[in-house]
C-alpha cells in the first residue's frame, strides 16, 4: 500500500494566510499585471525564508535596511524580467550571504534536484514555459508532493507559490507542478491546467551552511 505525502518547506506556516515560520509575517509577494517581475518576487520570499528579509510583501515601502538594498537592486530588471542564468548573477550581486545553484536537464533531473535541495533548507525557483497561453515563468517552489511506498518516496509533484496566481488561503499552495510519464509536465491551479516545459531551476542557499 502507498500512502500520498506532502513535504513543506520548514520555514512556513500554511493557515489562513502562508506566513514564515519564524516571524508569523505574511510570505506571498504578488506580481502586477504589467511587470515580468516573477524571478524577483520569488527571491524576496526565498529571502524571507532563509531569514534574510523580514518583510517581502511591502519591499518598496521600506526607506533602509535588507529590504531597501534588495529594491535598489531589483527595480532596474522589474519590467523586463530575468532569464534564469541572469537570475542566479543577481542572487550573487545581492551579497547577501548567499549562493546561487543552477539545474537543468530533463523534468525528472529537476524535480529530483528540488526535492534534494528543498530537504537541506535552500528554497528552490522553477522556471517553466508554455505554449497555450504563451508564456515563460518562474514559480517558487515550497514542497514536494509523491508517494511513499514501504519506505521509499517517490516524488511526482513540486507543490508552488506563483506570485501571478492568488493567495493561498487554508494551504500552502496556489499552483503545483505535476511530473507525468514520458516527460510530461503540466502546470496546474484551482482553475486551470495545461502542459508546460521545464526551463530549469536555482536553489538559494545559505553560504555557513554550505562552506
Not at 514559480?139 to 517517490?154: K, N, P, Y
Request: with cysteine.
Amino acid at each position: 500500500m502507498s500512502a500520498l505525502i506532502q513535504k513543506l518547506h520548514p520555514a512556513l506556516r500554511p493557515g489562513q494566510q502562508l506566513a514564515l515560520a519564524s516571524s508569523g509575517a505574511a510570505l506571498f509577494s504578488r506580481q502586477g499585471d504589467w511587470d515580468s517581475g516573477s524571478s524577483l518576487h520569488c527571491v524576496a520570499m526565498a529571502l524571507a525564508m532563509l531569514g534574510k528579509l523580514s518583510d517581502p510583501v511591502d519591499i518598496r515601502g521600506h526607506s533602509g535596511g535588507p529590504e531597501a538594498s534588495f529594491w535598489d537592486r531589483a527595480w532596474p530588471h522589474y519590467l523586463h524580467g530575468l532569464t534564469l542564468s541572469e537570475l542566479a548573477s543577481f542572487i550573487w550581486e545581492l551579497n547577501a550571504g548567499v549562493r546561487p545553484v543552477r539545474a537543468h536537464g530533463t523534468p525528472a533531473n529537476v524535480l529530483r534536484f528540488c526535492e534534494q535541495e528543498m530537504v537541506s533548507g535552500a528554497p528552490v525557483i522553477v522556471g517553466w514555459r508554455s505554449r497555450h497561453p504563451l508564456q515563460r515563468r518562474t514559480s517558487l517552489a515550497i514542497g514536494v508532493e509523491g508517494l511513499r511506498r514501504q519506505r521509499t518516496f517517490l516524488p511526482n509533484a513540486l507543490l508552488l507559490v506563483d506570485p501571478a496566481g492568488v493567495e493561498p488561503g487554508l494551504a500552502a499552495c496556489n499552483a503545483r507542478l505535476e511530473f507525468g510519464n514520458a516527460r510530461r509536465t503540466s502546470y496546474v491551479t484551482a482553475t486551470a491546467m495545461h502542459r508546460v516545459a521545464i526551463d530549469g531551476a536555482v536553489s538559494i542557499r545559505l553560504l555557513k551552511a554550505w562552506s
